[in-house]
T-cell receptor, first 115, second 113 residues
Framework: EAGVAQSPRYKIIEKRQSVAFWCNPI?????LYWYQQILGQGPKLLIQ????????DSQLPKDRFSAERLKGVDSTLKIQPAKLEDSAVYLC?????????????FGQGTRLTVV | DQQVKQNSPSLSVQEGRISILNCDYT??????FLWYKKYPAEGPTFLIS?????DKNEDGRFTVFLNKSAKHLSLHIVPSQPGDSAVYFC????????????FGQGTRLTINP
């Protein structure tokens, strides 16, 4: 079974530029998460999708971040415009979410550096 | 508001000994707890979980203990091996509703030969 795929692996941009990340979850997984992990901290949930609907985006900086999940499968996370403090690893995860007692599977992440 | 806390940023253990990683949570609505392991340049990988209806779950060298009254859980690794050196994250969720998965800050475990 293929895991969660993310691209690109690394991205360096200048502040005020735009960037987009892509995630392909495990086939059949209804729940998709985007996390931001700043160096030395734990992953912070940005947005959670159930199929193609948003169930939590309370910590998403909506003035600059946006995310969508196309047809309940792939997802993209966009930052426009980027700030220096957005430098982090962006992790995508998915889970089957059948009964709640299941784990989330993570991709390798995209390391973003804003200079 | 840090709902899941790992107060030890790092831990160093000798190979063959027991490693104990601790985690505290504040939200009494959490009823499912997970431990993840993370190597550099990789995403976190699931290690072991426990439901709030249990107080212990064991999987090979890994055992998770849950103390609901203290809102505390711990991960025991015995015996510790060099390959266990990684960052360990505790995570918690409610199995009803949005099922938001909340992570702690992580503990870097180093196993010394």
């Amino acid at each position: 079974e293929a895991g969660v795929a993310q691209s690109p692996r690394y991205k360096i941009i200048e502040k005020r530029q735009s960037v987009a990340f892509w995630c392909n979850p495990i086939s059949g997984h209804a729940t998709l998460y985007w996390y931001q992990q700043i160096l030395g901290q734990g992953p912070k949930l940005l947005i959670q999708f159930q199929n193609n609907g948003v169930v939590d985006d309370s910590q998403l900086p909506k003035d600059r971040f946006s995310a969508e999940r196309l047809k309940g499968v792939d997802s993209t996370l966009k930052i426009q415009p980027a700030k220096l403090e957005d430098s982090a690893v962006y992790l995508c995860a998915s889970s089957a979410a059948q009964k709640g007692r299941d784990e989330a599977f993570f991709g390798q992440g995209t390391r973003l550096t804003v200079v | 508001d840090q709902q899941v806390k790992q107060n030890s940023p790092s831990l160093s253990v000798q190979e063959g000994r027991i490693s104990i990683l601790n985690c505290d949570y504040t939200n009494s609505m959490f009823d499912y707890f997970l431990w993840y392991k993370k190597y550099p340049a990789e995403g976190p990988t699931f290690l072991i979980s426990i439901s709030s209806i249990k107080d212990k779950n064991e999987d090979g060298r890994f055992t998770v203990f849950l103390n609901k009254s203290a809102k505390h859980l711990s991960l025991h690794i015995v015996p510790s091996q060099p390959g266990d050196s990684a960052v360990y994250f505790c995570a918690a969720k409610k199995t009803q509703g949005a099922q938001k998965l909340v992570f702690g800050q992580g503990t870097r475990l180093t196993i010394n030969p």
